[in-house]
């Protein structure tokens, strides 16, 4: 992630990186949690990339402050999300760490 990158840019990426790890799974095979939790973290996920959009086009400060709060809390459901598709073993411990990461770093460039 290039640290001069807008947040919404940083959420578009990390959306790519979510949608490119969950590729290659079925959601229609999985159990019934595993599967939720996934389509949450899709919904959570674009969400947030709508949300950082706002934040960017943000007329005034109160908005975009108002729009950066949003943001971050979706960016808060993004990551427990992982972490809950972790435990069914959808993402390994280095995929947790690195979109932890990338969620912080986000959560970060939100001011």
């Known amino acids: 992630m290039a640290e001069n990158q807008s947040p919404y840019l940083l959420t578009k990426d990390l ?4 949608k490119e790890l969950l590729a290659p799974i079925d959601l229609f095979e999985l159990e019934r949690a ?6 949450d973290l899709n919904r959570q ?3 947030a990339r709508l949300d950082a959009r706002d934040y ?3 007329e005034t400060r109160e908005e ?11 960016l808060e459901h993004v990551r427990k999300d992982i972490l809950t598709a972790s435990e069914y ?3 390994s411990a280095i995929d947790v760490a690195q ?5 912080e770093h986000i959560i970060e460039r939100l001011e």
Do not use: H, M
Not at 15 to 18: F, I, K
Not at 99 to 103: D, G, P, W
């Open 56 to 58: 960017e086009l943000s």
């Open 89 to 91: 073993n959808i993402f």
């Open 99 to 103: 979109l932890s990461a990338n969620v």
């Open 64 to 74: 975009q402050l108002q729009n950066a709060r949003q943001a971050r809390k979706r």
């Open 45 to 47: 996920i674009v969400d």
């Open 15 to 18: 959306e790519t990186q979510l």
């Open 34 to 39: 595993p599967r939720k939790g996934l389509t």
